[in-house]
């Protein structure tokens, strides 16, 4: 399929967008400017650092860290991984783990930090990073971590001695550290049976008490091995709407805010970062009328990318061509987004019909509520801009754990065609970590796919260097023109809001996992 650059914005969408937006964006600016709310907190307590977030995490359990809304609380606070990816430049450093030696094609020796203990006092060792590597991957708990980053691929695990694991992976596997680097290590006395609600980490802060529905606190952990943090303590609160987060900051509720936007009224306390976060909808390509590519296509064609930046994320964003943004290994320069044709995607529409596609079926669009700043507005403009080229399109807001069922397998299947929304972050600079999950036919958040495209990605996973980046750079070009079971829409930029009392940098990883410990006073 050849493909043109994307044409100048629409001006129906514009109009439209344009005229809807600014009217919300105005009322919550000046609802915060005056702003009178009654947050449900108390002011600020000096030793106290308050982070509000955009909704509850739904669990604390350290093997789902890579979900965001669990990871942001847990990573690097409660507890700690091997292996360290630094956001800003992309190395890797040690943490639990002081080094490590790759032997062969399949195996890795890494060498264990001494003195650190755990929260519940149990100590840390090679065992005990063991124990916590089996549990995530080679387990059957269905942990995300596994489905993220390993797949269906098990660890051998060999304790040599206290300070020394050696690790063997069933293929060559030349990132295998930076993969470990998501695996979060919990204490030896953490049941590999079931998962827990509340982890016991070797972090900086531990769990003081999870007040479900309202707060989280976390209290420094007495015995930290690493430097303490200067705030001893942290508490979690959230809040579903934008504009009550933004007047918790400015009003001095809040020292960080999470999920925001200027329109929200967070003025001069906004701090925009590069988040790596693509924004795409992914097909149930398996139930018709999805099943066809040229609806697939269609879709893609109905989308006006430029006009919902413009009209909803002005400050950053860019509108996407694959799946991961430019600076991740695999990134193919040379891919253009779907041009804007609104004709175009009706005639694809319309040659699906005639064929006997039933493109009147009704196709469930389903978004997480409060994922990230103005979902709603833009599921709204889509399910509009669908509409317009023929297709049925039922919008379903969910909240986190609901929409949990769409998003990671196994899936819903008794509900109809599904269009999901998805917010994708490749934090680790890696494709592996995208393609692995979305694009194989049996990937966790993948609903379809060919022999032919999992043979590609499998090949690609062993490589290194150049080769590496060519093979990426072919699948995901080959995405695009075979398979369609996304569409991409915009690459992100987060926007934090920070209280004047403290310091804090964001960086592409912030989103995930906000690092209490390098949070300062100002």
Same mark, same amino acid.
């Given at each position: 399929?050849?493909?043109?650059?994307?044409?100048?914005?629409? #001006?129906?969408?514009?109009?439209? /967008?344009?005229?809807?937006?600014?009217?919300?964006?105005?009322?919550?600016?000046?609802?915060?400017?005056?702003?009178?709310?009654?947050?449900?907190?108390?002011?600020?307590?000096?030793?106290?650092?308050?982070?509000?977030? *955009?909704?509850?995490?739904?669990?604390?359990?350290?093997? &789902?860290?890579?979900?965001?809304?669990?990871?942001?609380?847990?990573?690097?606070?409660?507890?700690?991984?091997?292996? &360290?990816?630094?956001?800003?430049?992309?190395?890797?450093?040690?943490?639990?783990?002081?080094?490590?030696?790759?032997?062969?094609?399949?195996?890795?020796?890494?060498?264990?930090?001494?003195?650190?203990?755990?929260?519940?006092?149990?100590?840390?060792?090679? #065992?005990?990073?063991?124990?916590?590597?089996?549990?995530?991957?080679?387990?059957?708990?269905?942990?995300?971590?596994?489905?993220?980053?390993?797949?269906?691929?098990?660890?051998?695990?060999?304790?040599?001695?206290?300070?020394?694991?050696?690790?063997?992976?069933?293929?060559?596997?030349?990132?295998?550290?930076?993969?470990?680097?998501?695996?979060?290590?919990?204490?030896?006395?953490?049941?590999?049976?079931?998962?827990?609600?509340?982890?016991?980490?070797?972090?900086?802060?531990?769990?003081?008490?999870?007040?479900?529905?309202?707060?989280?606190?976390?209290? *420094?952990? /007495?015995?930290?091995?690493?430097?303490?943090?200067?705030?001893?303590?942290?508490?979690?609160?959230?809040?579903?709407?934008?504009?009550?987060?933004? #007047?918790?900051?400015?009003?001095?509720?809040?020292?960080?805010?999470?999920?925001?936007?200027?329109?929200?009224?967070?003025?001069?306390?906004?701090?925009?970062?590069?988040?790596?976060?693509?924004?795409?909808?992914?097909?149930?390509?398996?139930?018709?009328?999805?099943?066809?590519?040229?609806?697939?296509?269609?879709?893609?064609?109905?989308?006006?990318?430029?006009?919902? +930046?413009?009209?909803?994320?002005?400050?950053?964003?860019?509108? /996407?061509?694959?799946?991961?943004?430019?600076?991740?290994?695999?990134?193919?320069?040379?891919?253009?987004?779907?041009?804007?044709?609104?004709?175009?995607?009706?005639?694809?529409?319309?040659?699906?019909?005639?064929?006997?596609?039933?493109?009147?079926?009704?196709?469930?669009?389903?978004?997480?509520?409060?994922?990230?700043?103005? +979902?709603?507005?833009?599921?709204?403009?889509? *399910?509009?801009?669908?509409?317009?080229?023929?297709?049925?399109?039922?919008?379903?807001?969910?909240?986190?754990?609901?929409?949990?069922?769409?998003?990671?397998?196994?899936?819903?299947?008794?509900?109809?065609?599904?269009?999901?929304?998805?917010?994708?972050?490749? *934090?680790?600079?890696? #494709?592996?970590?995208?393609?692995?999950?979305?694009?194989?036919?049996?990937?966790?958040?993948?609903?379809?796919?060919? =022999?032919?495209?999992? /043979?590609?990605?499998?090949?690609?996973?062993?490589?290194?260097?150049?080769?590496?980046?060519?093979?990426?750079? =072919?699948?995901?070009?080959?995405?695009?023109?075979?398979?369609?079971?996304?569409?991409?829409?915009?690459?992100?930029?987060?926007?934090?809001?920070?209280?004047?009392?403290?310091?804090?940098?964001?960086?592409?990883?912030?989103?995930?996992?906000?690092?209490?410990?390098?949070?300062?006073?100002?």
């Amino acid at each position: 399929m050849t493909r043109s650059a994307v044409p100048k914005q629409s #001006a129906r969408l514009a109009r439209g /967008a344009i005229a809807a937006v600014p009217i919300v964006a105005l009322l919550s600016g000046c609802t915060v400017a005056n702003s009178q709310i009654d947050s449900g907190v108390g002011a600020l307590e000096g030793d106290t650092v308050r982070v509000v977030l *955009q909704q509850e995490p739904p669990t604390l359990e350290a093997c &789902e860290a890579n979900l965001t809304s669990t990871g942001v609380v847990v990573r690097s606070n409660i507890t700690e991984p091997l292996v &360290e990816r630094e956001p800003s430049t992309g190395e890797l450093e040690p943490l639990l783990s002081t080094g490590w030696e790759q032997t062969s094609d399949t195996e890795w020796v890494f060498t264990m930090r001494e003195g650190v203990t755990f929260h519940d006092g149990e100590k840390f060792d090679a #065992a005990a990073a063991a124990h916590s590597i089996d549990r995530a991957v080679n387990s059957e708990l269905g942990c995300n971590v596994e489905g993220y980053v390993f797949g269906d691929s098990d660890l051998g695990l060999d304790v040599v001695d206290s300070t020394t694991l050696k690790i063997t992976t069933e293929e060559p596997d030349p990132i295998l550290p930076l993969k470990l680097s998501f695996i979060e290590i919990v204490s030896p006395a953490t049941s590999d049976t079931e998962k827990v609600r509340e982890p016991a980490g070797t972090g900086p802060y531990e769990i003081a008490n999870w007040n479900a529905g309202n707060s989280i606190h976390l209290n *420094q952990f /007495a015995d930290y091995w690493g430097d303490k943090p200067e705030f001893p303590n942290v508490e979690y609160v959230w809040r579903g709407e934008a504009s009550v987060r933004a #007047a918790m900051v400015t009003n001095g509720e809040a020292d960080i805010a999470t999920g925001l936007s200027q329109d929200d009224g967070i003025g001069d306390y906004g701090v925009s970062y590069p988040n790596n976060e693509t924004v795409g909808l992914r097909f149930q390509g398996n139930v018709a009328p999805l099943d066809d590519i040229r609806v697939r296509q269609a879709i893609n064609y109905a989308i006006d990318r430029q006009g919902i +930046i413009d009209a909803l994320y002005p400050n950053g964003d860019q509108v /996407a061509a694959q799946l991961i943004p430019e600076g991740v290994v695999g990134h193919n320069d040379s891919l253009e987004p779907w041009p804007f044709d609104v004709e175009k995607a009706k005639e694809l529409v319309e040659e699906a019909r005639a064929d006997g596609t039933p493109v009147d079926t009704e196709i469930n669009l389903v978004v997480r509520t409060a994922q990230f700043p103005k +979902i709603q507005e833009l599921a709204e403009i889509l *399910q509009g801009e669908l509409a317009e080229i023929g297709l049925n399109i039922n919008l379903l807001m969910l909240e986190t754990s609901q929409h949990l069922q769409y998003q990671t397998a196994p899936f819903v299947t008794n509900q109809g065609p599904v269009i999901l929304m998805i917010q994708h972050g490749n *934090q680790a600079g890696d #494709a592996q970590f995208s393609t692995d999950q979305y694009f194989l036919s049996d990937g966790p958040q993948s609903e379809f796919g060919t =022999e032919e495209f999992d /043979a590609m990605i499998d090949a690609a996973r062993p490589l290194s260097d150049e080769e590496r980046q060519e093979a990426y750079e =072919e699948i995901f070009k080959y995405e695009n023109e075979e398979i369609v079971q996304l569409a991409f829409i915009s690459h992100q930029t987060g926007m934090l809001g920070i209280s004047h009392r403290i310091h804090y940098t964001p960086n592409s990883a912030s989103g995930d996992e906000l690092r209490i410990s390098t949070v300062t006073s100002a």
